[in-house]
């Protein structure tokens, strides 16, 4: 592949979904009604919709026409084994128990293996697996690399777990503490930022010493692989597919939020090698998802999924969607904006702590910025800063995150190049005009996952 050339779009637009088009005094509104928080938008306020790439990837022709050969049998659906051949052929885990999203293979895997006093490191947290595994007795402790919370370390791969931290952790509490390490690819906290292929080999080496599990979370394994082909030594000349079934062959076990790399609007599931294992979660799974061979989907999700799988390790497919989101950094960059570099897979992370240095962190910098961004142009874009981060649950602070950052996350297929020309321009005109944006007060905040939820007041 040339540098040289465009990454167009390998496929073609069949069907439209008009946009409403509001004016800045609806949107401020609109934003006072959703107490400052872009998650209390309704979907018809916005004009593009960059909170996550998760759910919102537009389906293949051949996607749709799966759906329509659903097999919605309680038991045993055909849509079931097409999707359980499709995490073998290319993924290589042996078992697989969908879910009805990623945080439904989360509960279900914290609760088999963590026990109280447990503790699990991570290359950096996610809210969602940093909560199952909170609540199932664990505590979660962080061994990404130093770089991934320095958001202008251009270094290619920082989603890399530090050695040195992660031995620390077997020294302080002992191997039995640790029931597996949970190593993601690629990190979506740090910025959308990969793992490499040595340094997940490095990690294995560790667990095979010590006898302790790697539970992956393959959410963006395909984004993952696609970095390590550009960048890493060795891997050139390797196609998406066998990189993505290498990565999977270092770990015991995965979570997948399938909606995002694997191109659904719902759906997920667990993957394990061990039997002993995939028997107890399949016996779990029927407590809070569903029957092991529906977990929680309809047969046409499964099948949908089955087909995604296969098309998001495509090259033009990943390369497009990896090139739409390097644009737009490339845009953003050129005009002086703050970003985490290097630039990430699903998404461009503005620096809140840089664009608003007259904002101290807790008066929520990246919120206050993700909601100007939305009243200056309709684009709504997501906090992944204080707000995201919750209290540390001993002492009831909020925990300070280094990374105060504003996602602008790009959907699947969803957008043209000419959206992304607005998105930038939108988030030039705030930064001009940034000096006249206080910050906000949080006036109601939820026990869980606050972000989702919690209200704001502008501070006056
Ligand atoms: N792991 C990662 C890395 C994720 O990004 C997500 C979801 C999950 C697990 C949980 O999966 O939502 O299907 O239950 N991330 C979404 C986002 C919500 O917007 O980043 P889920």
Known sequence: MKATRSWAEPYKIKMVEPLFMSTQEQREGYLKEAGYNTFLLRSKQVYIDLLTDSGTSAMSDRQWAGMMMGDEAYAGSENFYHMEDAVRRYYGYKHVIPTHQGRGAEHILSQILINKGDVVPGNMYFTTTRLHQELAGGKFVDVIIDEAHDPVSEYKFKGNCDIQKLQRVVDTYGAERVPYICMATTVNMAGGQPISMENLKTVRAFADKYGIMIVHDMTRVAENAFMIQQHEAGYSDRSIAEIVLEICSLTDAATMSAKKDALVNIGGFLAMNDPELYQKASNMVVVYEGLHTYGGLAGRDMEALAIGIGESVQQEHIRARIGQVQHLGQMLREAGIPLVLPIGTHGVFIDAKRFLPHVPQDAFPAQALAAEIYADSGVRTMERGIVSAGRNLETG??????????????????????????????????????????????????????????RFEPIQ
């Open 397 to 454: 602070a909020h925990n300070f995150p280094e990374l105060e950052l504003v996602r602008l996350t790009i959907p699947r297929r969803v957008y043209t190049q000419a959206h992304m020309e607005v998105v930038a321009e939108s988030v030039v005109s705030v930064f001009e005009a940034r000096d006249k944006i206080r910050g906000l007060k949080m006036i109601y905040e939820p026990t869980y996952l606050r972000f989702f939820q919690a």
